[in-house]
């Protein structure tokens, strides 16, 4: 075999058979694949798919190109994994929430990919965390703290991590079956015992329509269930920011600000907390929504995630002063409404699209991320706005990325005479 010939009959609508991708996924790993030819394979897959087995076959051969873990611990390892979306940090409250009320949560994070932020990029904008360690500091982590958020290690689906960063910078990040394959093979390889899904709808999401948003979740559930996972997922809005912000610094702090109860995110809050419980459920785990909201109102979430990132080199005294450790850009810039009305329509993905140039994201591989970058205080969906009052708040590096960031975030957002309903923030169950 090799990789010229597997990239043919991919590109030819040819089937490709389990040990095709088991040594392509393998090339990945050990890189008898070049960069070049991983990009070709991630198009040919975009623009053909792979097929309900090619698909179950990558998946597959991405958890076995490097090692897979084992749990002892005295009850079930939980996950939720979200496919991306604007002001999505619901991971930063899910973790500590149910490792508060006694779950077990190892979650293997990633970083951003196309127009949305990544967990991972999130806590590292927080001053000396790290999220690589190794599997035995992953296991004692989840041990001590009942949950820890870190990056697969390079032992673990190797094959996925290769083919991740390549798909972030070659517009190919929207195929099914390599968000499917990408997905599961890190979390089938983290020996998960329940997973939940997010899976977005609307103009913010990778793929904004409701059928494919739903394609992909049948697609998920299906084969996490056919592994052996219990898997359920939930179709959730992405047609307005969950939070009202995108950049890392500046979504670590409206999780910090809802984890402390120092503001409300009603949306970023229920969805948490829905997800939360639906896991706990696949689990057999007696969590009820109300001991999910008891973790946020008496401080031991908040106080579960300091202890959480203090162990991965963060400050001690984080949840005390986050206010002063979470870097601060240096220029900042309302942005304007052109007039007066109701918000009417958002362009999720020109949002994030505004914060990738600012700096908050990757358009190449090697960029390095400035945490401090980003939107903030966006305006949601049917919020009322005066004729030059802001719709957001700019968070720039310089003079130069304020000013084309103001345009950008401008031009997403529609405005009109009077207010309509928003969409539910939960559309469906696939189950």
């Not at 394959?181 to 979390?187: D, F, G, N, Q, T």
């Not at 919020?383 to 990325?401: K, N, R, Y």
């Not at 304020?402 to 169950?429: K, N």
Request: net charge negative; glycine share 10%; proline share 5%.
């Amino acid at each position: 075999m090799d990789a010229r010939s597997i990239i043919a009959r991919l590109r030819d609508r040819q089937p490709l058979s389990r040990e095709d991708t088991a040594w392509f996924a393998q090339g990945l790993a050990d890189g008898r694949v070049s960069d070049a030819q991983a990009g070709a394979f991630a198009m040919a897959a975009l623009l053909n798919g792979l097929g309900e087995e090619g698909r179950v076959a990558l998946t597959l051969a991405m958890r076995d190109s490097g090692d897979t873990m084992e749990w002892d611990l005295p009850g079930p390892a939980i996950d939720k994994h979200s496919t991306g979306g604007i002001g999505d940090t619901v991971s930063l409250l899910l973790a500590p929430m149910l490792a508060a009320a006694g779950a077990f949560v190892p979650m293997i994070s990633g970083r951003g990919l196309g127009h949305t932020g990544g967990t991972l990029d999130k806590l590292e904008a927080i001053r000396g965390v790290t999220t690589s360690v190794t599997q035995e500091r992953f296991r004692e982590l989840v041990r001590s703290h009942g949950a820890a958020i870190v990056a697969a290690t390079g032992d673990l689906a190797p094959a996925d991590r290769r083919l991740y960063g390549i798909r972030d910078v070659t517009a190919t990040v929207e195929s099914v079956d390599l968000i499917t394959a990408s997905i599961l093979s890190k979390k089938l390889a983290a020996g998960l015992d329940a997973l939940v899904l997010d899976v977005k709808v609307g103009s913010g999401a990778f793929l904004p329509g409701l059928a494919a948003a739903k394609a992909l979740a049948l697609s998920l559930v299906t084969t996490a269930n056919g592994a052996g996972c219990r898997t359920a997922a939930l179709l959730t809005d992405m047609d307005q920011p969950l939070a009202p912000a995108a950049g890392n610094a500046l979504e670590t702090r409206v999780a910090l600000d809802v984890l402390t109860g120092a503001a409300t995110h009603p949306r970023l809050t229920d969805l948490s907390v829905a997800l939360s419980a639906r896991l706990a459920r696949l689990a057999g785990l007696d969590i009820s929504d109300a001991r999910l909201r008891e973790t946020l109102s008496s401080g031991a979430a908040a106080e579960r995630f300091g202890a959480m990132m203090a162990a991965l080199g963060g400050p001690a005294d984080l949840v005390e002063r986050y206010g002063a450790l979470l870097p601060a850009a240096p220029v900042t810039r309302p942005v304007p409404a052109p007039g007066a009305g109701f918000v009417a329509a958002i362009d999720g993905r020109a949002l994030g699209e505004a914060a990738v140039h600012l700096g908050a994201g990757r358009l190449r591989g090697d960029d390095v991320i400035d945490p401090a970058v980003g939107l903030a205080d966006l305006l949601p969906l049917c919020a009322p706005v005066e004729a030059g009052a802001p719709l957001a708040v700019v968070h720039a590096a310089d003079e130069a990325g304020a000013d084309a960031a103001v345009a950008r975030v401008a031009s997403a957002y529609q405005l009109s005479a009077t207010a309509a309903s928003a969409p539910p923030l939960v559309i469906e169950e696939i189950a």
